[in-house]
Structure formats: C-alpha cells, structure tokens
C-alpha cells in the first residue's frame, strides 16, 4: 500500500480522516475577495476545511480581449524578484514556451483544488495559443498540494515521462470530480494512472517514493515561506503575485501589460 494512503507514517492523514475529507473537495476562501467587494472566491486556502458539497460555478465570464466589455485587471498581492522566483528548486522545473519569453508564468496548483481545475479546463488552453505557442510567454506548473490526495496526483504526473506531465495533468484536471471525490481514492487514481500507461507496479512505486514526497512538499514549504503563496491558483507574472482563477480576458490583459 502505498505510503500516501496508509496510517503508519505520523506525518501523513490517517486512513480515517483522509476518507472523510475525500468525500469533497476544499472548501473554497471568501477571504481575500472580501476584502475587494468580488462576487466569488476564486481561491483554495491551505487551511481551507472540507466542504460538504459541490462548489459553485465561479460568477467569471470567459471573454477574450476582443471583447468590448472593458477588463478590469485583477490587482497585484505583492511582488518576488524574478530571479529569486526562478532560482532552482526542490524539483526540476517543468516549463511550456520559450526561455527567452518576454513574460514568464508560475502557476502554483494543488490537484484537487476546483478553481485550478476550472481554470485548466477553461482558460490554460486558450491562453496556450494566444501567448505560450507564439513564443510570448513561458508558463511554468508548480506543486501546492493542500491535501494527500492531491500530493498523490501530482506525484503520478510528475513519474510519468517527461513530455506526458502536462497532458495528465489535464487529464486529471478534467476528471477531478471522478477520482477526489471518490470514496476509495487509492482505486480512482489507479484507473486513471492505468490510463495513462502506469501498471500497478509502477503506481506503487511512485507513490511510495518518499524523496518525490519530500520534493513536492519542498515545494509547497519554498513558496509559502518564501513567495508568500497561501492558497490556489496562484500566479506569478513576471513577479507579481495574483491570487485566484482568471478569466482568458484578465489573463490576457496582465500579460500584454507584462510585455
């Protein structure tokens, strides 16, 4: 049994309560948004406790920037220089777009946080082809899990080859609700690691690979300590810091600011 869903290790949920939080996904924090008057929360806190129910669809439109609603841009929380933010880190750099891209993109995600689904589902791809294909953004994916079972995802994205990190990423983005909701999340994640070519051996064997463990959790620790991270999606911008989901227009808009 992998280390991620067993009681023994002090420093992981016990069987129990890791059951009754998958039963939902996080709850989702008002706080940040409350205090600029928003419609929704578009975050998920690292402290956020488990909610019984479905989060609601976020009150965000989806336009583009050739619409002529003018966009409000979403305001900085703070800044990092872009050379400390780009330092190395605990895990190799997982990256789409050009090095030497005018505007650079760090996500930080957790896997069973739905406003970072929402956005993967609806926004990432759009904004891939406008920016990251044409060579004007480098958009960079790092780990914040808020929970075991989003450690446990992000781990299978990061065993599988290199090139597969992204598409299963996506993939499990656009079956969150099947596999972190599910009551049995060892047997959920397996079906979707066998998807994607991972045998139960393999599966095993990623998911008890403690230094992975230990890396991904490095991460999460570098950018809360460091990079004042504190609840997902959180992007970096050429250095600045935004918190929550953005819609293709608020997106779109940062970055032709950025360039």
């Known amino acids: 049994m992998s280390y991620l869903f067993k009681s023994a290790s002090p420093r992981l949920m016990s069987v129990a309560l ?3 939080a998958s039963l939902a996904l996080a709850a989702c924090s008002d706080e ?42 979403p305001k900085s929380e703070g800044e990092v220089e872009l050379a400390k ?14 090095d030497d891209a005018k505007v650079t993109i760090v996500e930080y995600m957790s896997m069973t946080c739905p406003h970072c689904a929402r956005f ?27 929970d075991n079972r989003a450690a446990a995802a992000i781990m299978l994205a990061r065993c599988a080859p290199k090139e597969q990190y992204f598409p299963m990423v996506s993939a499990l983005f656009k079956s969150q609700m099947t596999w972190a909701t599910a ?49 997902t999606p ?4 050429n250095g600045k810091r935004y918190a929550g989901e953005m819609s293709v227009a608020e997106m779109s808009a940062l970055i032709d600011a950025a360039e």
């Open 120 to 146: 993967h589902n609806s926004v990432f791809e759009e904004i891939k082809q406008k920016y990251v294909d044409s060579g004007k953004v480098k958009f960079i994916l790092r780990e914040f899990p808020l």
């Open 18 to 20: 890791l059951a009754a």
């Open 32 to 73: 940040k948004k409350a205090e600029t008057a928003a419609p929704a929360a578009k975050t998920e806190t690292a402290q956020s406790a488990p909610a019984a129910t479905t989060p609601a669809q976020p009150a965000v439109s989806h336009e583009t920037t050739a619409s002529t609603t003018p966009v409000e841009l």
């Open 183 to 231: 009551e049995d999340g060892r047997a959920a994640l397996l079906q979707m690691a066998k998807l994607a070519g991972f045998s139960e051996q393999s599966f095993e064997a990623c998911l008890t690979n403690q230094k992975l463990l230990d890396e991904v959790n490095a991460t999460r620790e570098k950018a809360s300590k460091d990079f004042g991270v504190d609840s």
């Open 85 to 98: 933010l780009m330092a190395p880190g605990p895990l190799p750099e997982v990256s789409l777009g050009k």
């Open 234 to 237: 959180t992007f970096f911008i």
